[in-house]
């Protein structure tokens, strides 16, 4: 047996070691270069003592850039959410205010004929409207008879007056026919439509016998904002010619220069009636106003949108209602038992 292999191995681990040594002792000078890298640090931050006033201003003037932006859409967002709850409010009205017209079987001439539904006339639009003014409108629009207690059904009722929650004192109010009311009455309703005759009928439309009365008819429901009873309402002259230009879904037209004075920045909608000829009977349909200016002759003009003839008819009006927002079509509306 070797007897000197332990004392080899020793000295191999000797020397193994001797090596790494060396290897272990170029450590320190490369890891003494960083102290002075770090001591350069110092003396710059200490001529440092804080921020600088420039720096406070211009931070400052930043900041107010930008509260200026969100303060200037509070505005915006404000009218945007008043026109959501015009557009919610007068949608669910309008819905309601279908229902109630068959319900309540307010084409009925029983309600709109002065209490006669035999003879009939069919040669005037009919006005079912209890905010509007006594007396017919021109020889066009006929105004029903019809009192107070039908203002208290034709008012929306969503914007409610209170709520028990808020624990404020129930407010009082003045019935009105013994109705009271239960919204803030700021929305409301009305409805226009025309009877026909039909087709075999061959005389006078002012005096239609009932069998010869169309039993339904198209009904066309308006809701209004902010609208009071009594309040004014116009039936203007459109300017025959070249007071009318015709367009692909519409027409513009000019007023008649006693209507320069007439608001039209509170309503959407106007009523325009005409005939085909001067002998043919009236027609009329509610249209969209889509812009308002003054021609070069410093006429009053309405560009609408809506069924109108695309050449100028004969004895065109424009009746406007100050404070129409939205209008629908309901159709297929019982006015007599035929």
């Known amino acids: 047996?070797?007897?000197?292999?332990?004392?080899?191995?020793?000295?191999?681990?000797?020397?193994?070691?001797?090596?790494?040594?060396?290897?272990?002792?170029?450590?320190?000078?490369?890891?003494?270069?960083?102290?002075?890298?770090?001591?350069?640090r110092y003396p710059l931050s200490a001529t440092r003592k804080g921020i600088s006033l420039m720096e406070v201003l211009a931070s400052v003037f930043v900041i107010g850039i930008g509260l200026l932006g969100v303060l200037a859409v509070i505005p915006f967002g404000v009218f945007q959410v008043s026109k959501a709850n015009h557009a919610d409010y007068c949608a669910n009205m309008l819905r309601t205010a279908g229902a109630e017209i068959r319900v309540r079987n307010m084409a009925n001439p029983l309600i709109w004929n002065s209490g006669v539904d035999d003879p009939l006339d069919c040669s005037q639009f009919i006005m079912f409207d209890p905010f509007a003014g006594a007396g017919n409108i021109g020889t066009t629009i006929r105004r029903a008879a019809v009192g107070p207690p039908w203002q208290e059904v034709m008012r929306g009722q969503d914007d409610l007056l209170y709520t028990l929650d808020e624990g404020l004192p129930r407010p009082t109010w003045t019935p009105i026919a013994g109705v009271a009311p239960r919204g803030s009455g700021k929305y409301s309703w009305f409805f226009t439509f025309k009877p026909e005759p039909l087709d075999t009928w061959g005389g006078s439309l002012s005096s239609v016998p009932k069998n010869f009365v169309k039993p339904r008819v198209s009904v066309d429901v308006l809701a209004c904002y902010n609208r009071s009873p009594g309040d004014t309402e116009w039936s203007v002259p459109i300017l025959p010619g070249g007071g009318w230009t015709g367009l692909l879904s519409g027409a513009t037209v000019a007023l008649d220069p006693a209507a320069v004075n007439v608001p039209l920045d509170g309503t959407k909608y106007i009523f325009v009636t005409w005939q085909r000829t001067g002998t043919s009977p009236i027609e009329g349909s509610w249209c969209r106003i889509v812009s308002k200016g003054f021609d070069p002759a410093g006429r009053r003009t309405v560009t609408l949108v809506g069924p109108l003839p695309p050449t100028s008819p004969a004895n065109a009006q424009a009746f406007i209602v100050d404070g129409v927002l939205y209008h629908t079509r309901i159709d297929n509306v019982r006015i007599t038992d035929n």
Do not use: D
């Open 1 to 40: 047996m070797n007897t000197h292999y332990p004392k080899q191995q020793s000295k191999f681990r000797k020397r193994s070691s001797a090596i790494r040594y060396p290897l272990s002792a170029i450590r320190y000078p490369l890891s003494a270069i960083r102290y002075p890298l770090s001591v350069i």
